[in-house]
């Protein structure tokens, strides 16, 4: 049975940092990623790792303050989040896809965690 479990989140003010986890059990990946949803809007990938290759992707919003890494060995996935701004509050997701292709839309996505809240205060 496959489950994504992710850490719970936090809050933070602006400038600070956080790094949240993801368990990830049951099955074997192509790419990794992590979402994020703000109220009223839609669904955004974050980052992507793919683990093969440890080829990363970032939005543009976060080149530069955040990191996606995975640890194979534990089947973690992690986001470090840092220089943390009041945009990057919102409900974070860990999702995954097995089949050959991308982890860039939700609807690229086979799994998903149950999400954690990351507010930023300014």
């Known amino acids: 049975q496959v489950q994504l479990v992710e850490s719970v989140g936090g809050s933070v003010q602006a400038g600070g940092s956080l790094r949240l986890s993801c368990a990830a059990s049951?099955?074997?990946?192509?790419?990794m990623a992590w979402f994020r949803q703000a109220p009223g809007k839609e669904r955004e990938r974050v980052a992507t790792?793919?683990?093969?290759?440890?080829?990363?992707v970032y939005a543009d919003s976060v080149k530069g303050r955040f990191t996606i890494s995975q640890d194979s060995a534990k089947n973690m996935l992690y986001l470090q989040m840092s220089s943390l701004k009041p945009g990057d509050t919102a409900m974070y997701y860990c999702?995954?896809?097995?089949?050959?292709?991308?982890?860039?839309?939700?609807?690229?996505?086979?799994?998903w965690g149950k999400g954690t809240q990351v507010t930023i205060s300014s």
């Open positions: 049951g099955s074997t990946y192509n790419c």
């Open positions: 999702a995954a896809r097995r089949g050959i292709g991308d982890c860039r839309r939700p609807v690229d996505i086979d799994y």
């Open positions: 790792i793919y683990p093969t290759s440890r080829r990363t």
